[in-house]
């Protein structure tokens, strides 16, 4: 389903046939999205599937093209964006370098005319739940990207928005430094309550993060779901494709099989659909004796991962297949012949 279960009072936003074209090129298609109050959602998809012009509609920094957009249960299809109780956190942070994070978190208070004593109390309370409370003093320039993307954080938390959206926010820092902020996110999310968008193209981030995901294609919603929803029920060669590893054979049906170039396949139920898709990922697929099995092929690579190794075992037919396989195990050499087997029931089939 496209939407959460109804329930007026548990929803926080709700678009209808919003849209946004530039020059009759459709940025974002007519789309329909419900996000509960208190959700982590996170806007995934490769570049231009239109996740930023999604964002931009909701903060009121782009106006749609139609459709209507309500944030607690008021219609906000049209209202400024400093109308909308909606904070931002950007990419870029956009922190101002020639005031000090006390300054930079103040702002927004001080743009909403809130009394001093009260203002310095939430400054102190954002800058601790950041984990800032020892940096105010400091310039945006005197701190590591991970600090300044807490400042940021801290800005948008300061005033309390009950809706925050952040875009991107994470992709300039390091690894670790953004599983560290992950963690912070979901740390802060729970303790506040509040509702949160965040926009990614990393996948890891968005099955890390989300309460659901939203992926995105092409300017359209593809599926939307619970990360484990998404990973273990794709419903398009898209959704298989870009959540997770997948192996994709491509063929005609006939009855319970797919004919495909790589061999008959067994789906796991009789289908109607004429051609289609049988979706395995790789830790339903066994190694076996090449001659007891489903499929063989050639040993491409091994990728070390730690307990488990991922293997890329080259068909005759040019498809790429990935297994995992135990680490412990001795290694396979290269270029030998590896036979690949899995439960029917472990595959899945897609007529799109
Ligand atoms: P990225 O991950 O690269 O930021 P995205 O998923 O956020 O991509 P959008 O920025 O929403 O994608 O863009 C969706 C499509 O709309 C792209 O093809 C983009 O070129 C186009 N687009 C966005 N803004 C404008 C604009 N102001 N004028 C014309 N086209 C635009």
Redesign the pocket.
């Known amino acids: 389903p496209l939407s959460a279960p109804a329930n007026a009072a548990g929803l926080k936003l709700h678009a209808q046939g919003l849209c946004k074209f530039?020059?009759g090129?459709a940025?974002?298609h007519p789309t329909d999205l419900k996000v509960r109050s208190g959700e982590l959602l996170t806007l995934l998809?490769?570049?231009?599937?239109?996740?930023?012009?999604?964002l931009q509609l909701i903060c009121g920094l782009v106006k749609p093209s139609d459709g209507i957009l309500t944030i607690d249960g008021r219609d906000h299809t049209e209202t400024l964006a400093s109308q909308r109780d909606v904070g931002v956190v950007f990419q870029n942070y956009a922190l101002f370098p020639h005031l000090t994070v006390h300054e930079n978190v103040a702002f927004p208070l001080q743009m909403r005319r809130i009394a001093r004593t009260e203002a310095a109390r939430r400054i102190g309370e954002a800058l601790e739940m950041v984990g800032l409370s020892h940096f105010g003093k400091r310039f945006p320039l005197e701190l590591s990207g991970g600090q300044q993307q807490r400042v940021a954080l801290a800005r948008c938390l300061v005033y309390h928005p009950s809706l925050i959206l952040m875009d991107?926010s994470l992709s300039a820092l390091d690894r670790k430094l953004r599983e560290a902020m992950q963690i912070e996110i979901r740390r802060i999310h729970r303790e506040t309550g509040s509702t949160i968008i965040f926009?990614t193209?990393d996948q890891e981030e968005a099955l890390a993060l989300s309460d659901r995901i939203c992926l995105?294609n092409a300017?359209r919603i593809e599926q939307i779901g619970s990360p484990q929803e998404i990973y273990e029920r794709p419903v398009s060669r898209f959704a298989a494709d870009f959540i997770g590893v997948s192996t994709i054979f491509e063929g005609a049906v006939e009855g319970d099989r797919l004919v495909s170039p790589e061999g008959v396949l067994p789906l796991p139920a009789p289908a109607k659909a004429q051609k289609g898709f049988l979706v395995i990922r790789p830790e339903h697929i066994r190694l076996e004796k090449p001659e007891e099995a489903r499929l063989a092929g050639r040993l491409e690579e091994t990728i070390y991962a730690g307990p488990e190794s991922r293997l890329i075992i080259r068909l005759d037919s040019g498809l790429a297949v990935t297994a995992r396989r135990s680490s412990s195990l001795p290694p396979l050499r290269h270029g030998e012949t590896v036979g690949l087997s899995w439960n029917p029931e472990d595959a899945r089939f897609l007529d799109r």
């Open positions: 530039y020059d090129f940025a974002l998809g490769p570049s231009g599937s239109g996740k930023t012009t999604l991107e926009v193209h995105m300017g």
